[in-house]
Structure formats: structure tokens, C-alpha cells
């Protein structure tokens, strides 16, 4: 039997089933702890990919806070090498279920078996997740008469003939219920098959009265999920008013865009947006969008333009291109098409802009920061890649992009259980209601998850900040700051982790400072974030202006203010470093280089600060090897931190940054010598404190087909004794060192402060290396890194200018030998 001949070389168990072929899938349902399944399983030879052995144990995603080992239920994918061993290995289940003895060699099987509640193939119960029936019950609530819409995820094949018949099988079922389909898109790049449908009332009601039969039995179909599709309800109420521009002269009409906006269509003759804006509308969506609707795409115009207008900061550079993909709907909501698959709108209007459409060529090709303000509400993040997320991440690597995605909001109520009434939770000190509040976060994190795509690994997810320019520190009675501190996380922002525990949101950009109402008590308390107003605690942006007017502004917040100024952050880290009044040290930098260079010097100014401190002591589990699962869970709400852009641009006295980039081959590692001040050895014996940052950014390939998913995994490391003596030290207070290799951008913090003995030509040495993590790839992957070195300015070492002299030339990379 070949289950048991090889397990190890023959099965693979999988935390996603799109990279499973149909036929070959089959499902554990556990019964036992995860812990317990996760031990068995190794002990008879079943090895997990990659990291997916921390994503089954018991974990963020499936222990019981106060219960760790507590039995849970979940499922498991195994990928079985052919028909035959999926076969062999339900023959061996149906044997155990009839309590007949395991065949010889076969008895560990048994103790396995017996953590299982099932062991079956693919079937209609993994084809209906459970927000597609929610879905389903909103959709029959609010228009009975339907039909219903919703997508239909198909499995991919490689041949095209086989992809066709699976179509065809699907269109005659629709059709066979009185359906039609409305859209169908394959994208190969990525493993895509789905198609957008119609179905009658009363067969969507059979699916959830009975979640087995019709479509549910398909064998070619994956999943049915709700439409995926970004959506802005509009403001209720304004809050603004008219705000004084004055012209600043600046002509950017001939300059090239490098940031794009992919959102609603934008009022162009706003004051705040006349002569600024480069517009593509191929869908002519401007002939039905009144201009009064064009809220969202507006707002977050404005900000990356001007920033918050509080703030009163100089616009970008140059213009901003802006590609609509949302449209007022019948309601007045501004959303993505109707009649289109969302990644297929995104697909097409990335494609437009970087290599054209049909006979027209690229509307943009200068772009390097592409804005994605908008999040799939109906896709919460469930350890499973969104297809929209697998979208991003390949149109990264391809075109060479940095997205910026928005978390996502989370507006649902939040019980608070260390407070037995509301006057309790009023009269707590700042401080306790803070803790109890981060800690009912952490309690709930599972229901607070990141909206698709932004779990997606090669862009850059951002958060919302606790901060706003209207806030006073006045509030209604009615109204609570549920934190004392700007560092962190507005309460609706989205929580991490992302796709493969890799940390998310990357950034916590400026969000709003949202307080909390009181909506329930008995026991506990349950708060929840206040909409409104927005002029106590948002950001002030251009708004339409219901009277006709083009001068009117308002206010507003949320990841989406967030992530359109880290947008406007990464346009400014460009400005410098090629746009600089009188040259710049770094113009030269190749353009395929630039969005890895910005990627990286975004993250590099990133802390947790004294609230990463604070959690780290407040969180579980405590004591010795607890950390990592205690950090992701801080790394949940804070990410990296909140980043200081100005900082990485303004190099002082007693810092000094440094930037590389190049191409490094799978298999192979690079060393960088960074040279150090020679100040540094004229204080032999002295306690110094030393700080060192390194950021370590690229895009990686992606292979939907494994379960490693992400191809190239770099890493960068200190070397030698130099540098352990220097810097020894891992700072505790950021992301475990096991957490910042999942993605696609490293960040680490180190220090020291031991008296060390240096030679006057001392360097610190780094080595930068690659490897492969899912499957053979042979192209080298471009990088780029950011590297800090800083002593305080006390110390009087002049670190900037000494390391600047010892640079002559600019730091190479060498080939380094790998033990």
C-alpha cells in the first residue's frame, strides 16, 4: 500500500487546497488537539511543508486563549501522489471505522486515526465556507426576489482542453437551475478559474437548507464564495467646509507619474486636485458617477497628494495617475463593478498601466507605487491565500510594483470583560482600560482578521495608527479614547497575521484616533468603534461638495486614510532620493531597483517603541522559549511600527544610513562591509550604547502550486567578531527573529553596549543570502537593503561624516563562502 511505503516522499499535508489537484484531495477532520494530531502525524513519517508546521499547531488561528491544549476541531489538507493512494488510504479509514485490525505495519495509523473525526475526499461540505452561506442569508434578506450573485472558484488544470469541459460541466449545471453566468475569467499566471453567476432564489435557499446538493456537488468546483468586491457606503453626515488653496505655482504637467491610484473616480476640478491628476477611464465609468458620490476615490487623492490638509505639507511632485475601478451603485454606494470578478478588474487595470491593453500601450509605465485603499469585506483572512492576494503578489514580482493595501476595517462590537458595568470601564484609569481593551484584542484576534488582498505577501499591508490631526483630546461624554498612545493601532484596524504567519500589517500609518462607545454591559462590557464625528479625531481631505462647489473638505479615517498616506510616504522617499534640490546622492539608482529601495526604506524607520515593551509583558504566554507565539501576537496589532520617514531621509551627526541593492542567485550569498567610524576605536574600553537597523526588501516569485508558495526566501545576517561585539544584542522589543524571514521584507533591530576593541579600519560585515522555499527557480532576485548605524549624540563620534569619508567609493557586494 503505498500510503505507508514512503509517507514522507508520498504525502503532503496543505493549509490551502487551491494547490491540490481534485482528484488527489482529501480531508482530516480532527476531533483531538491540533498539538496532539501534529505529533502522531511526525512519528509515522507525515511531514509538514515549510513553515506550515507552526500554522497547525495549536496557535493564533486554532488554540483556546486561556487553553492551549484545548480539543478543538479544524481540517486538514493531504495531498495524496495519485488516485491510487488516495484510495489505499481511505480503504485503510473505512477499515479502522469497522474496527477490523490495521494491516501488518500499519498499527501507528490507529493512533492517528484516532484524533479523526473523517477521512474523505473533496466534498460539498469544503465547497460552502461559511460566510458564503451568511452571504447568502443577507443577499435572500435584502432582495428576496433575487437572483442571488456570487462567484464559483474552480479547480485549476493545466490543460486547456480539461479546463474547458470543466466550464462547460459548470455552465450546464447553472443553466440547468435557471442561471446564467455573467462573467468568466481564467488567469493561468496565478491558477485561476472562476466564474460570477446567477442563481434563482429558490435554489440558493436549497444550498443552505441543504449545503450538499446542486452546484455543492460539482466535482469541478472549489469553492462557492460571496462576490468579492470593495465597497463605500458614503458619508451620512458633513462635518467640513470650504478650504482656502492657495496656488503654489508648481508645474507638473510634463513630469511622469510614478504613483498611481486604482480607487473611485476623483472629482478632477476639485481646488485640491486641478491639474494634478492624470486620468485613465477606459470603462467610461465617469458618465454614470454624479460627482456628488465621488467620495472615496476624492478623499484618498487628496491625502496622497497634500497629506493630511491639516497639516498643511507641500503637494508631491508630480501628478497622480488614477485608474477608477469603483462606480455608484443603484444605493448610492460606491462599489466595484458588479457584472466583473475583482481580480479581473484589478488584473486588466494593472496590465493597462504597466504594459497596455490590446493595441494600446502602457498608460503608465513609469509607475512604481500603486495605491489599493479598498478590501473585499465578504474575504476575511483565513490562513488560506485569497485569489485577489495571489493576484497582487504575482503583478508585484511581474511589473516590479510596490502595492500598498489597506488592512481593512473592523467595526464589529468588542466585549471587554474586565469591567462589570459601565461605570467601571468609565472610571479606569487610562492605563488599565487600555490593557483590558489590548487584551479583549488579542481574546477576539481570530474574528478581527485581515480583509483580501492584503494578506499578500510582496506588498506592503498598512494599519491604521492611533493618530489624527482633529483630535484635541475633547470627546462627548459618550465617546472614550481607548488608548494613550499615538504608537498604537486604531481599534477598527485589521489585525494580522498574514498569508504563512508572515507579520501584518507591515506599517501603522496615521488612521484616525477612533474612540470607543459603550453599546452593552452585564457581566462585562462591549464597546465599539464610534463612525462619527470624524472632524473630533480623522483627517481633513478634499470631499465633493453637495452644493456644487469645488473648494469643500471634510474629514475621515480608517485603514484607507492609512494606506493612501504611506502612498504619499513612498512617494516622498522617492522625491529625495531622485528628485532632490541640486542632485542627489542617490539619482543614480537603476528604476528596477527604485520600488524594492522604497519597500525597504519605509519599513527601516519602523519601531514598536515603550507600548511594544508594555505588551510583550502583558501578553501570554510568559516565560523561557514562550516569545515568538507572544511576538506575533504583538505583531498582530503593531506590525513593525509605526514608521519615521524622516528620520531614514535625514541622516544626523550620530547616524548614518546606508542603501545597497543588486541581484543575488538562489544558492548563493553576498557579503557587505560597512565601514565604521574610526572614533569608534579611540574609546577602547569604554561602554558605548550601539545601534544597528537593517531592512532587507524584494520580491519574490511566486509557485501557487506548492505549499511553500513564496520561491525565494533572503535573509541577511551579521558576521563576524567585529560585529558581535558590536552589536550582540537582538532588541526584544519587535518581531521574533523567526518572524521577519516570512515574508518579503526583513527588519531587525540590534545593539550593544559592552566595551569593545576596534582597529581604526574596522567593518561591520553583513551577508545577504537566497534560497529556495518553494521549488527550483534559477533567475536571480533583485533586492534592496537599508543599514543603520548610530551611537548617541552624546558620545561626540561623528559617526555621519566618518563613515561618508571611509566611502570613497560606494559599498560593494562580494561573494561570500556559506558553511
Not at 472562476?194 to 456537488?217: F, G
Not at 453637495?546 to 498616506?565: I, K, M, N, P, Q
Amino acid at each position: 500500500m503505498q500510503v505507508a511505503n514512503d509517507p514522507q516522499a508520498l504525502l503532503e499535508l496543505r493549509n490551502d487546497p487551491a494547490s491540490i489537484a481534485p482528484e488527489r484531495a482529501i480531508v482530516f477532520e480532527l476531533a483531538g488537539t491540533l498539538k496532539d494530531f501534529h505529533a502522531q502525524a511526525r512519528s509515522i513519517g507525515l511531514e509538514y511543508l515549510g513553515d506550515f508546521e507552526d500554522d497547525i499547531t495549536p496557535s493564533e488561528d486554532f488554540h483556546d486563549q486561556k487553553k492551549p491544549d484545548k480539543a478543538i476541531t479544524g481540517r486538514i489538507y493531504l495531498a495524496m501522489p495519485d488516485v491510487r493512494a488516495l484510495q489505499d488510504l481511505l480503504n485503510l479509514w473505512k477499515r479502522y471505522r469497522d474496527g477490523k485490525n490495521m494491516p501488518r505495519g500499519k498499527s501507528a495509523w490507529r493512533e492517528l486515526f484516532d484524533l479523526l473525526v473523517d477521512v474523505r475526499p473533496w466534498g460539498p461540505q469544503d465547497r460552502v465556507p461559511p460566510e458564503t452561506v451568511s452571504f447568502w442569508r443577507d443577499a435572500l434578506a435584502t432582495a428576496p426576489r433575487g437572483p442571488v450573485r456570487f462567484e464559483i472558484e474552480l479547480w485549476f488544470y493545466e490543460d486547456a482542453d480539461r479546463r474547458a469541459r470543466a466550464f462547460d460541466r459548470l455552465q450546464r449545471e447553472v443553466q440547468n437551475l435557471g442561471g446564467r453566468i455573467v462573467h468568466h475569467v481564467t488567469i493561468l499566471e496565478i491558477r485561476y478559474d472562476a466564474a460570477l453567476v446567477d442563481i434563482p432564489t429558490e435554489h440558493v435557499q436549497a444550498l443552505i437548507d441543504h449545503p450538499d446538493v446542486t452546484l455543492a456537488r460539482v466535482d469541478e468546483v472549489m469553492f462557492l464564495r460571496p462576490q468579492s468586491a470593495a465597497r463605500h457606503p458614503g458619508k451620512e453626515e458633513l462635518e467640513g467646509a470650504d478650504g482656502e488653496v492657495v496656488p503654489d505655482g508648481q508645474d507638473i504637467s510634463q513630469r511622469a507619474p510614478i504613483a498611481a491610484l486604482l480607487d473611485g473616480l476623483p472629482i478632477q476640478k476639485h481646488a485640491r486636485l486641478d491639474g494634478r491628476l492624470i486620468m485613465d477611464d477606459p470603462d467610461n465609468l465617469e458618465s454614470a458617477y454624479v460627482v456628488d458620490q465621488r467620495e472615496h476615490g476624492t478623499a484618498m487623492a487628496s491625502l496622497i497628494i497634500h497629506g493630511d490638509l491639516n497639516r498643511q505639507e507641500h503637494p508631491i511632485s508630480r501628478p497622480l495617475f488614477v485608474l477608477p475601478v469603483m462606480q455608484p451603485s443603484a444605493n448610492g454606494v460606491e462599489r466595484t463593478p458588479a457584472n466583473r470578478l475583482l481580480v479581473d478588474v484589478i488584473y486588466r487595470a494593472v496590465r493597462r498601466i504597466k504594459e497596455g491593453d490590446g493595441d494600446h500601450p502602457a498608460t503608465a509605465p513609469d509607475v512604481i507605487l500603486i495605491n489599493l485603499s479598498l478590501c473585499d469585506e465578504w474575504r476575511p483572512f483565513a490562513r488560506v491565500m485569497s485569489p485577489l492576494g495571489r493576484l497582487l503578489d504575482y503583478l508585484a514580482y511581474r511589473y516590479n510594483i510596490l502595492f500598498l493595501v489597506s488592512a481593512g476595517n473592523v467595526l464589529d462590537r468588542l466585549t471587554v470583560p474586565n469591567f462589570a458595568n459601565s461605570n467601571e470601564f468609565r472610571n479606569a484609569t487610562p492605563k488599565k482600560r487600555e490593557q483590558a481593551i489590548l487584551s479583549a484584542l488579542n481574546a477576539n484576534k481570530s474574528q478581527r482578521t485581515l480583509f483580501s488582498p492584503a494578506e499578500a505577501m510582496n506588498v506592503l499591508t498598512i494599519g491604521a495608527a492611533h493618530r489624527g490631526s482633529a483630535f484635541n483630546g475633547g470627546l462627548p461624554r459618550d465617546l472614550i479614547d481607548p488608548f494613550t498612545d499615538e504608537t498604537l493601532p486604531n481599534i477598527a484596524s485589521a489585525l494580522g497575521l498574514g498569508y504563512r504567519k508572515t507579520v501584518k500589517p507591515e506599517l501603522l500609518f496615521e488612521g484616525g484616533r477612533t474612540p470607543v462607545r459603550i453599546v452593552g454591559t452585564g457581566g462585562s462590557v462591549t464597546i465599539q468603534p464610534a463612525r462619527g464625528p470624524a472632524r473630533l479625531f480623522g483627517a481633513k481631505t478634499a470631499f465633493p461638495d453637495r452644493r456644487g462647489g469645488t473648494r469643500y473638505e471634510d474629514f475621515t479615517w480608517g485603514t484607507s486614510v492609512a494606506t493612501a498616506l504611506a502612498t504619499r510616504a513612498g512617494h516622498r522617499i522617492h522625491d529625495v532620493l531622485v528628485d532632490a534640490a541640486g542632485g542627489s546622492n542617490h539619482a543614480d539608482i537603476p528604476p528596477k531597483y527604485m520600488p524594492l529601495v522604497v519597500k525597504a526604506l519605509l519599513v527601516h524607520g519602523a519601531r514598536w517603541g515603550s507600548k511594544g515593551t508594555m505588551l510583550d509583558s502583558l501578553f501570554q504566554p510568559q516565560g523561557q522559549g514562550q516569545h515568538v507565539s507572544r511576538r506575533d501576537d504583538i505583531a498582530r496589532l503593531l506590525g513593525y511600527g509605526v514608521p519615521q520617514v524622516e528620520r531614514v531621509l535625514a541622516c544626523t551627526e550620530n547616524r548614518a544610513t546606508l542603501l545597497g541593492y543588486g541581484e543575488i542567485a538562489v544558492g548563493s550569498a553576498l557579503r557587505y562591509r560597512i565601514p565604521l567610524p574610526p572614533d569608534l576605536s579611540a574609546i577602547r574600553g569604554k561602554r558605548i550604547l550601539r545601534s544597528l537597523t537593517v531592512t532587507l526588501a524584494w520580491f519574490s516569485p511566486l509557485n501557487p502550486r506548492h505549499q511553500g508558495y513564496r520561491m525565494a526566501a533572503l535573509d541577511i545576517s551579521p558576521e563576524g567578531n567585529v560585529t558581535s561585539q558590536l552589536v550582540p544584542d537582538r532588541l526584544p522589543s519587535q518581531p521574533s527573529d523567526k518572524s521577519v524571514r516570512r515574508g518579503t521584507v526583513l527588519h531587525e533591530q540590534r545593539q550593544g553596549v559592552q566595551a569593545a576593541v576596534l582597529a581604526d579600519d574596522e567593518y561591520l560585515s553583513l551577508i545577504v543570502s537566497c534560497r529556495a522555499t518553494a521549488g527550483e527557480y534559477k533567475d536571480p532576485v533583485p533586492y534592496a537593503m537599508a543599514v543603520s548605524f548610530e551611537v548617541p549624540i552624546e558620545s561626540g563620534i561623528p559617526v555621519y561624516d566618518q563613515i561618508r569619508a571611509r566611502l570613497a567609493a560606494p559599498v560593494r557586494a562580494a561573494a561570500a563562502t556559506r558553511s
